[in-house]
Structure formats: C-alpha cells, structure tokens
Nanobody, 124 residues
Framework: QLVESGGGLVQAGGSLRLSCAAS????????MAWFRQAPGREREFVAG????????YYANSVKGRFAMSRDNAKNTVYLQMNSLKPEDSADYYC???????????????????WGQGTQVTVSS
C-alpha cells in the first residue's frame, strides 16, 4: 500500500512537500516515482528514484524546482516542490515498480503499485 499526503492549495511561487509512505506488500526498496494528472490530460512522469544508487530523474518541466528523496528507515519517499506554478496543479500519485531496483521507467504502465493520489492546486 502507498499512501500520499501533503497536497493542498498554495500560491504561485510557494512550496509543498508531498510524502508517500509504503506499507504491507509494498516497499521503497525498488524504483519509486511520482506522476501527476491534470483534468483532461494524461498521467505524466514527474520524478523517479532508484534503490540501487538513489539516482533521481526529473521531467524537464520540473527540473531545478522539484526534488525527490527517500527515508529508508521510514519506508517513505518525498517530493519537495518549490517555485510552484499554476501549471503544476494536478493530482499527484506515488508509484512503485517492484520489478526493478535500478531502471526508472517514465511511463505509468511500468508501475505495479499506486497510491490514491493527493491534490495540488497552485493559484496565480
């Protein structure tokens, strides 16, 4: 099970930190990622982190503004979002690819487990 938290309403230029806690049959000891989906749009990759080297990967649209990290002891991954823009508004989903510890896939179909999502709204 993956449970996200930390979404909310923020003004443009502000920051939010999303959390994703893994429990039960899920673990962060694989590839973890954040996706987002805005109304009427396809789900898109935002950021990913692998277990083997803790390497992180970002969509071009968020590079330099967002940072993904993990806390192994808490079995939790985070997404720190800074300099938020209205176009960042979406439902954000945490996902786990338990088939891989190193290769970060940027398509939703590559992931086995998903959280329920947390809404982020950025006002202009």
């Amino acid at each position: 099970q993956l449970v996200e938290s930390g979404g909310g309403l923020v003004q443009a230029g502000g920051s939010l930190r999303l959390s994703c806690a893994a429990s039960g049959r899920t673990s962060i000891r694989f590839v973890m990622a954040w996706f987002r989906q805005a109304p009427g749009r396809e789900r898109e990759f935002v950021a990913g982190i692998n277990w083997s080297s803790a390497s992180t990967y970002y969509a071009n649209s968020v590079k330099g503004r967002f940072a993904m990290s993990r806390d192994n002891a808490k079995n939790t991954v985070y997404l720190q979002m800074n300099s938020l823009k209205p176009e960042d508004s979406a439902d954000y989903y945490c996902a786990a690819d338990q088939k891989s510890t190193s290769v970060v896939t940027m398509t939703p179909r590559g992931y086995d487990y998903w959280g329920q999502g947390t809404q982020v709204t950025v006002s202009s």
